[in-house]
């Protein structure tokens, strides 16, 4: 299966460069996943779509202030780093620009002296291992320094920092935002509660894979990066009881998505309490076995995330669904519009 099945063509004025100024006001394409059927709608009227008894899942994870910017100790040269995932002691694996400059044994200083860093280890892509000092609290001294890691294709700066995080994020540890939950409020949380919806929580934390493009031809080639993820002792029960009684389980997001279904392909369809690392690489010929339906944003051209929803709706009435998508001048990526897959 060739990774280029999965690209489109994308107007980069169609690019959502920032989000909207009331978050329920985006638009969202409703896609019927076994007939392929499109209609167009606005995501503060999701609720029409759903039951009582369907179980929204969200991914609380919260974004990290994880962008720093600072200067290499001995020539004074301008360093970014983007925390990706933290290891043992204060080290912590990051993406760095410009990566030639940093090399093992390498210094760099934040905030005048603040926060800084060495480099311990190399990998590729711009990886590297970086071991932090610094007096007091890591996270009170993140909050001083850093800034929101918005993706690449953002290049307007962002006003209110709390518009790329959830209403609901609790959980800190995310290098990026689970863009889908961007659009609901609290408001519209409680109107779909109030109609018998259930609403859980699950925790993935996004890491380097968001950040990393498919560099390979063959779907089955590329390799997936570990992600940590949680789902308590409550939200288990609750979906295998959802299930029991023939609700719907509609995972918000694709980080939902592969935790559900890496959950429930260790326990033989159901859910339980756990935790640890997932790399599930979800593409077409995959088996669902957590989720019935899915809210998602528009995904990268040929990206693993287009993999997932052709796995789950098709990968032609995917495509369809991005061209009219495109033809209609919907909003793409982080800060766009919505579709639902049920």
């Known amino acids: 299966m060739k990774v280029d099945l999965f690209d489109y063509d994308l107007p980069e004025e169609l690019i959502a ?6 978050r329920t006001d985006s638009r969202l394409l409703v896609l019927n996943k076994k007939t392929g059927e499109i209609n167009h709608s606005i995501f503060k009227d999701i609720k029409e779509h759903l039951r009582p008894g369907d179980c929204l899942v969200l991914n609380d994870t919260k974004v990290l202030p994880a962008r720093l910017f600072g200067v290499k100790k001995d020539t004074g040269a301008k360093i970014e780093v983007l925390l990706l ?13 410009p990566a030639k400059r940093i ?6 200083e934040f905030g005048e002296g603040v926060l800084t860093a ?7 892509h711009g990886g590297r291992t970086l071991q932090f000092k610094y007096e007091g609290i890591f996270l009170e001294v993140l909050n001083q320094l850093g800034e929101m890691p918005l993706p690449p294709y953002i290049h ?29 409020t609290e408001e519209l949380l409680d109107e779909i509660r109030n109609l018998g919806v259930h609403i859980a929580f699950i925790t993935l934390h996004v890491g ?12 089955t080639e590329h390799d997936m990066h570990s992600e940590f993820y949680m789902i308590s002792e409550e939200t288990a029960r609750l979906l295998n009881e959802v299930r029991g009684e023939g609700g719907r389980i509609i995972a918000v997001g694709t980080t939902s998505t592969r935790t559900l279904e890496t959950i429930a392909s260790a326990n033989d369809g159901g859910f339980q309490e756990s935790s640890g690392w997932t790399n599930i690489f979800i593409y077409p010929g995959y088996e669902f076995k957590a989720i019935d339906g899915l809210i998602t944003n528009f995904h990268l051209p040929k990206s693993t995330l287009v993999m997932l929803v052709s796995a789950l709706a098709g990968r032609e009435n995917i495509l369809h669904a991005y061209e009219t998508a495109v033809k209609e001048r919907y909003r793409f990526f982080s800060f766009g519009d ?3 897959i049920i």
Not at 208 to 219: D, I, K, M, N, Y
């Open 103 to 108: 090399k093992v044994g390498s210094e760099i």
């Open 338 to 340: 919505a579709m639902l």
């Open 85 to 97: 995932k933290q290891l043992e002691d204060d080290r912590w694996e990051t993406l760095v620009k």
């Open 118 to 124: 060495v480099c311990t280890d190399t990998s590729d």
């Open 208 to 219: 380097l894979g968001t950040f990393r493009p498919v560099s390979v031809e063959e779907v």
């Open 17 to 22: 460069q920032v989000p909207l100024k009331n």
């Open 156 to 184: 307007e700066q962002l006003e209110d920092r709390d518009r790329y995080q959830t209403v609901y994020a609790r959980e800190l540890g995310s290098a990026a935002a689970p863009t889908a939950g961007l659009h609901f």
